[in-house]
Structures are given as structure tokens and as C-alpha cells.
């Protein structure tokens, strides 16, 4: 089965303005992508527009899908004012945001939701107010609407390329990393806007259109202010920014934040990273495809194919080896690069550039973030795979029984967390490689003292090859990594609670505080992922919302 589904790939505002066409059709093919059913609505195995009514909050009647042709497709004129393009354009932008995280050549495997339910639901039009948020307790990406004053007569968020991938890259990760939604770290949450923001980045670097049209303006140099680095230009400008949300491309170090609490500004540090890794790489693959001398221009849209398909690989295949509980950006940059160190052992140059870019915005050693391989008898021998990804009885024993081995405190309940086996796709010296991976992660519990002592989550994620032997060991412990961020959970927490966004007494408060053996248990900062940092008061589309 093949579907076309049409959607927008640039703000409308920012495509009249740098005179890009911005709607493109995403062809979903059961050959290529994870199988999925489609209804009317538009609906999926994995997907669901809930298109409620602002006046009166009924429910408005689902979206005819038309199988007649090779091609299925809903019903819908290419109109952006339209509200059922508005559904479909949403639809597509989730789906075919799925689609780049499951592909072979990044996590190779099918999400499941961090959500009790087989759906995430899509609200294009969730009410009146300058945000868009991603919410595990609804299941659902909620997408809303504001007057856009003289430029426009409404700004439907839905419509933004940008928003929706971003949004659906925290439903993403929060599959990926559910421990995340817990966090008290800031450098956990800006993680969470750093990869909404990668995510964005690289669906529309997906686009050969917007590759071509940015190339043509910019003639192939991607450095500076343009339109794969500037974040929602549209939605900035209407909240009352100079410019963008944010830009991805910046010299931000953790030293100079403005406010490290802000983890929406906080998550440049990391974009801003990923970004120059992008544009080396690019410029390294332009000046090879030129044959060594000056750029030539016609080989620039191949170049930058190539560089965004090794990005996507190279900064979210990792993703899947980051250690349960809090995170740090080093914690990242230590995954991503054992994932790298993994998928091609033999071209390090992404990962020893990568930790030479970060290393110094990070203020740690590049050698910090460096692959260092187990060695082959850190188990005792090969592990006995089939027990490990099948039996929990048999998962816990193993991490019992090698606590010392995985970074584990002694005398400390563990917890482990399903256990991944996966079949990924990489592209060495040799050509494609195929190759498998079993990924095992533990985390546990500690109280860390501070100005309120609080309870605090730390991980490890071991990976295993084919034949059961270790293949890499991410941990965030802190006596293994050298790094704590006690510092920054103090004044995290105490924002949380003089602000009231978190309390011990109010059961309404965005976050979830609750008093444990004495130690603070914090749970739901992910609640604070908005789109606007300050978004003042929704007008929901229903009442009961």
C-alpha cells in the first residue's frame, strides 16, 4: 500500500518571505516504512487526528480517505487555511517524523509509546494560546492557534513544520527515554529540546525541495542565519522574539547561559554542537565530490544529502544507548559516540570531531566523552542472549550478579527496563553492513543531599554483539563519570517550588513533589516541554479538556 499525504514543510509566513513553496507530499509506502493501518479521520495503527470543534468542542467528522488509485489519499484541497489540510498536514509531519527515528540506519526498530495506549493523539486545533506541548497523561500532541494581528488574521501552530516535529520528536524520546519526563536536571530537559529542535532540523533537511531552494540562496554555504537553523521563525516572531525560537547556529558554552535553569535556551549548547559537526562534515564531503578543489555548486545538493543522512544516523542512532535516569549533554555526547564507535568502527572521525566540538561548549576534556571498548571477558565470557531478552527473571540476576561490572552501588534496589534486540544498518568502508545488538539498561536510586535532599536516578546501558559480548557500557554514575550536578538539581528544584510549579501540598501543580523517608521525589517535570516558556492561559477547544 502507498498513501500521499500532503504537508507544509516552512511557516507560511517565512516561505512568503524567502520564497519557498511550502507544502511537499510525503509518499508512505508499506515497502519502505513500518506497516501501519489507515482509516478515515486521518487514523493509523500508531497515530490519530482528534480534530475538535473551538466553538463548541464536538468532534468534526473524520477525513475521507480515497483508495482508488495507485495511491491512497485523504480528501483534502492543498489549502493551508483549510482545517482538514491542517489535519493531514499534521498527520504527515508525526508520521513521517516516526518514520526517520525506526528506519534501519538510526534506532532500526518500532517505537513503542511511553503511554499505556496504541495511539498518539493529534489535536490540530486544541484552542486559543501562543503553544503547541507533547503530554504523556493525554497520550497527545496538542497543537493551538493565536490572531496573528496585521500579518495575519490566525497562526495555527499545526501548520508550522518545525512545531509538529518537534513535538513529536519529545513523544519520540520520551519512548526512547521515558526516565527523562522525571527529571530534575536541567541539562535532561534541554536534552528534550535539543533533540525537538534536531528533529525539526532533520525533517526538513528530508526535503530535496528545501535543500535545493536554501542551496540556491545561500550559494551552498550553510553557515549563519538561514532556514535550517533558525527554529519556528514564524511562532518567534509572534511571541515577541527578534526572530526564531532559537537558532542552531551559536557559540553557546554552559558557562555563558544566561540562566541554566532555562533548559529551552540551555538545549543550544547541544544543537549548536550538532550543527557544526553537520556543516564540517558537509563541507568536508562538497570539497571530495568537487575532486579536492574549489567547491563546485552543482555538487553541493548531493553533499548535503549525504551529510544530513550521516547526522541523522550519527547524532539519534545513540539515542537508544543513553543511560536511564538523569542526563547530562556529556552523558549524550558519551552515547552518541559509543553508538558511532559501534555502527563503524573503522571511521572515527565523527565521533573524535564531535568530542573536540562539545568538549570545550561543555567546559570537560574531549577525552571525557572518549569510546573506551569493554574488554571481552568483562562478564566472564559471552552472555547467553536468549535469556537475557526474554526472561526479566533471568535480566535482573544477570545485573545482580555483575553490579561492579555495570557501575552499579552496592546495597541499592535496581530496576530494569526491557530489554532491546535490534537489527541495525550501517554504512562502513565495505559498503552496507548489517549488524545486531541486544541493549540492556539498569538504573537505581539515591538520595542526594542539598539544600533539600532529594531522591535522584542514575543508569547504565550495556550493549551486546550478535555473539553476546560487550560491545559498549554507558553509565551516569557519578563516581565513574567524574561529574555531579547537584548544584544544578538544587537550584532547579527550589525554582520549581517558589515558583509553585512543583508542591508537597497543591495536587494541581504543573510538577509532582512528594515527600519520601524524608528526601523530596520529584516526577513529571516533562509537564514544563512547552513550546512558549511563558505560556500563560490556554482557551481549550473543549471545556473538559
Not at 477525513?63 to 498527520?91: H, M, T, W
Not at 508520521?95 to 538510526?106: G, I, R, W
Not at 510538577?511 to 528526601?519: C, M, N, P, S, Y
Request: charged residues 25%; hydrophobic residues 40%; contains cysteine.
Amino acid at each position: 500500500m502507498k498513501i500521499r499525504l500532503p504537508y507544509m514543510i516552512q511557516d507560511q509566513l517565512t516561505a512568503d518571505v524567502k520564497g519557498l513553496d511550502p507544502i511537499q507530499s510525503f509518499i508512505w509506502s508499506s515497502e519502505t516504512y513500518q506497516h501501519e493501518d489507515f482509516l478515515d479521520g486521518p487514523v493509523c495503527s500508531r497515530v490519530a487526528i482528534l480534530d475538535f470543534d473551538e466553538a463548541d468542542g464536538s468532534l468534526h467528522a473524520p477525513i475521507d480517505l480515497d483508495r482508488a488509485g495507485a495511491e491512497a489519499a485523504y480528501v483534502v484541497n492543498q489549502d493551508p487555511s483549510d482545517r482538514s489540510f491542517q489535519s493531514v498536514s499534521a498527520f504527515a509531519t508525526v508520521l513521517k517524523t516516526l518514520n526517520l527515528y525506526e528506519s534501519p540506519d538510526v534506532l532500526g526498530r518500532r517505537i513503542r509509546w511511553a503511554f499505556d495506549g496504541p495511539q498518539l493523539l493529534v489535536v490540530p486545533r486544541a484552542g486559543t494560546w501562543k503553544n503547541a506541548y507533547y503530554e504523556r497523561g493525554s497520550h497527545s500532541l496538542q497543537f493551538f492557534s493565536f490572531p496573528g494581528g496585521d500579518r495575519s488574521s490566525m497562526i495555527h501552530t499545526s501548520l508550522s513544520h518545525d512545531i509538529v516535529s518537534h513535538e513529536a520528536g519529545h513523544a519520540i524520546l520520551d519512548a526512547i527515554a521515558p526516565h527523562l519526563y522525571d527529571c530534575m536536571t536541567p541539562q535532561s530537559l534541554g536534552l528534550h529540546e535539543a533533540i525537538g529542535d534536531l528533529t525539526a532540523l532533520f525533517g526538513s533537511l528530508e526535503s530535496r525541495v528545501l535543500r535545493g531552494q536554501l542551496l540556491d540562496q545561500t550559494d551552498g554555504d550553510i553557515r549563519g542565519i538561514n532556514a535550517y537553523t533558525q527554529v519556528a521563525e514564524e511562532f518567534g516572531m509572534y511571541t515577541g522574539r527578534d526572530g526564531a525560537l532559537r537558532s542552531l547556529w551559536n557559540d553557546m558554552t554552559l558557562a555563558g547561559a544566561d540562566d541554566p535553569n532555562d533548559f529551552h535556551d540551555l538545549s543550544q549548547v547541544l544543537t549548536g554542537a550538532v550543527y557544526r559537526l553537520l556543516v564540517d562534515y558537509y563541507d568536508q564531503e562538497w570539497l571530495e565530490l568537487s575532486g579536492g578543489g574549489r567547491p563546485d555548486f552543482r555538487k553541493s545538493g548531493q553533499a548535503l544529502w549525504q551529510a544530513s543522512q550521516a547526522m541523522e544516523r550519527f547524532s539519534l542512532r545513540g539515542l537508544d544507548y543513553l543511560p536511564p535516569g538523569e542526563i547530562s549533554f556529556a552523558d549524550y555526547g558519551r552515547a552518541v559516540i559509543a553508538a558511532d564507535a559501534v555502527s563503524n568502527p573503522d571511521y572515527p572521525w565523527f565521533r573524535e570531531r564531535f568530542a573536540e566540538i562539545l568538549a570545550p561548549r561543555l567546559d570537560v576534556p574531549a577525552s571525557s566523552l572518549a569510546f573506551t571498548e569493554p574488554p571481552g571477558d568483562l562478564f566472564g565470557g559471552p552472555v547467553e542472549l536468549d535469556g537475557l531478552r526474554t526472561s526479566d527473571w533471568h535480566a535482573y540476576h544477570f545485573a545482580e550478579n555483575h553490579r561492579r561490572e555495570l557501575h552499579v552501588p552496592d546495597a541499592v534496589p535496581i530496576q530494569v527496563e526491557p530489554r532491546l534486540a535490534v537489527t541495525k544498518r550501517a554504512f562502513r568502508s565495505g559498503g552496507r553492513a548489517d549488524y545486531h545488538e541486544t541493549v540492556l539498561k539498569v538504573s537505581w536510586e539515591e538520595i542526594e543531599r542539598g539544600t533539600r535532599d532529594r531522591w535522584v536516578r542514575f543508569g547504565t546501558t550495556a550493549v551486546f554483539d550478535e555473539s553476546g559480548n560487550p560491545a559498549a557500557l554507558v553509565t551516569s554514575n557519578p563516581a565513574v563519570t567524574g561529574e555531579t550536578h547537584a548544584a544544578e538539581r538544587d537550584a532547579f528544584v527550589e525554582l520549581l517550588l517558589d515558583r509553585d510549579l512543583a508542591s508537597t501540598t497543591d495536587p494541581t501543580a504543573d510538577v509532582d513533589a512528594t515527600l519520601d523517608r524524608g528526601a523530596l521525589r520529584i516526577a513529571g517535570t516533562g509537564h514544563r516541554l512547552h513550546a512558549n516558556q511563558a505560556p500563560g492561559a490556554p482557551v481549550p477547544a473543549r471545556e473538559d479538556r
